[in-house]
């Protein structure tokens, strides 16, 4: 069809077809590349001492084995930052905390073997003195019960922040035999005792201040340490294997996992319980308990690695140029429906036709009319006439 209008139309939807087939699919998306999904290994490692001075401890040094919970865990590690410590505890009968389940004024008060989701032990039906002004419940538990209503702001290892954390990562691509750690080659160990990770100076260098992680995701270490967290330490491994290995490196990236949200402040933060047993002189087991706050590190590990193959390089190229009938179809559609003349172009490209099935019936009638004329008589004469013309004749 000669029209300027419709050609250049048909040469824009092409242009569009073939920018999109090679740039997007082939340039963006790497469409001639086999892919494989990285499978990975991490192990970390811990540094720091710090110093505390308190009226219930007096001065104590924490290094590794006393704040980092367990020593080793599965692509995670927690580093404690503050603590309510319960020393001395042993078995006995004690005074339960005071709340609205637990305050009385008789032993009629107290039910004997009573527990609830929040008792600190077993009530034993008395009521005792909890201090000068309060009563209440007696329970058979590790006494003196954990009093864990207030939490020491600043945090108890504020000095957390300056810690580092050695994050070990080996990852492997089955499908191409490559393997690789974020430890590079040009790596030596001088340099690994002296850097710490900077997105601008020190982009690979796998040892991380704590506070650096938790500023990067825009958050404040010291009031993340009260309460504790949960943040996440991110490994991005995207390579294209077409290019020499050197150019296969990790991209770190960091965010906080839990929700901060300050309309939600319902049960905030991380925290758990553990207890360090003793054996007293007498035989008798004593204990001190820790509730525990402090910050999980999430060490995630994601990557794709694409190499040439020519499986997929010939489905993209079929797939490319059969988006090119596409431009016939919407020449199509502007032209019947969008251009002036669509009322002429629509009658020149279809042609209408009758029933095939109804056009052959109409023509058995007329050969069956022009072999069996019709007979009938005459109401008035009564002769009989036929016609085999169309015309009715008398007959004798």
Request: net charge neutral; aromatic share 12%.
């Given at each position: ?11 824009f ?8 087939s090679?740039r997007?699919v082939f340039?963006?998306?790497k469409g001639?590349?086999?892919t494989?999904a990285?499978?990975s290994?991490?192990t970390t490692?811990?540094k720091?001492?710090t110093?505390?001075n308190?009226?219930?401890l007096?001065?104590r040094i924490w290094?590794?084995?006393?704040y980092v919970i367990?020593?080793?865990g ?10 309510i ?9 004690c ?6 389940q637990?305050?009385c004024?008789?032993d009629?008060?107290c039910?004997?073997?009573y527990?609830?989701t ?5 009530q034993?039906g008395?009521c005792?003195?909890y201090?000068?002004?309060i009563?209440t419940?007696e329970?058979f538990a590790w ?5 864990d209503?207030h939490?020491?702001k600043?945090?108890f290892?504020?000095?957390a922040?300056n ?7 080996n990852?492997?691509y089955?499908k191409f035999?490559?393997?690789?750690r974020?430890?590079?080659p040009?790596?030596n160990?001088?340099y690994?005792?002296n850097?710490?990770?900077d997105?601008?100076?020190d982009?690979?260098?796998?040892i991380?201040r704590?506070?650096?992680i938790?500023e ?9 340490a ?8 991110q490994?991005?491994w995207?390579c ?9 490196v990790?991209?770190?990236s960091?965010r906080?996992l839990d929700n ?13 319980r ?13 204990r001190?308990?820790?509730k525990?706050?402090?910050i999980?590190?999430?060490i995630?590990v994601?990557g794709k690695a694409g190499?040439f193959?020519?499986?997929p390089?010939?489905?993209n190229?079929?797939s490319g140029?059969a ?12 032209v019947?429906y969008?251009?002036?003349k669509?009322?002429y172009?629509?009658?020149?490209k ?5 029933d095939?099935e109804l056009v052959s019936?109409?023509k ?8 069996h004329?019709?007979t009938?008589?005459d109401s008035?004469?009564g002769?009989r006439?036929?016609?085999s ?6 007959q004798f």
């Open positions: 069809m000669r029209n300027s209008s419709l050609n250049l139309f048909m040469v939807i092409y242009c569009f077809l073939q920018s999109f090679f997007w340039l963006w998306e001639y590349q086999e494989d990285v499978v290994s991490v490692k811990v720091g001492v110093l505390t308190t009226s219930l007096g001065a290094d590794v084995a006393d367990p020593p080793q599965e692509n995670t590690v927690f580093v404690m930052t503050n603590a410590l319960t020393l001395n505890q042993s078995q006995g009968r005074p339960e905390l005071p709340d609205d637990t305050k004024e008789v009629n008060n039910v004997p073997g527990v609830s929040h008792s600190s032990g077993i034993t008395k005792v003195p201090n000068s002004s009563k419940c329970v006494c003196p019960v954990e009093d209503y939490i020491p600043p945090a290892l504020r000095e922040e810690f580092t954390l050695l994050v070990k990562n990852i492997w089955r035999n490559f393997s690789k974020n430890i590079l040009t790596i160990s001088t690994l005792k850097c710490i990770y997105a601008q100076t982009p690979f260098c796998p991380f704590l506070g650096k938790v990067a995701a825009g958050q404040d270490f010291q009031e993340m009260v309460e504790g967290g949960v943040m996440a330490l490994i991005n995207d294209n294997l077409d290019r020499a290995a050197s150019h296969c990790p991209k770190y960091f906080r901060k949200d300050s309309a939600h402040t319902v049960s905030p933060g991380y925290n758990f553990f207890a360090k047993y003793y054996k007293n002189s007498d035989g008798t087991d004593s001190t308990l820790v525990a706050y402090g999980r590190f999430d995630m994601f190499k193959d020519v499986i390089t010939m489905i190229i079929g140029l988006l090119f009938g596409v431009a016939t179809v919407l020449c199509d559609i502007f019947l969008c251009m002036k669509k009322y172009y629509r009658e020149k279809y042609k209408y036709v009758e095939y019936i109409n058995g009638r007329v050969k069956a009319n022009l072999l004329p019709l009938h008589r008035k004469t002769c006439m036929f016609t013309n169309g015309d009715f004749e008398p």
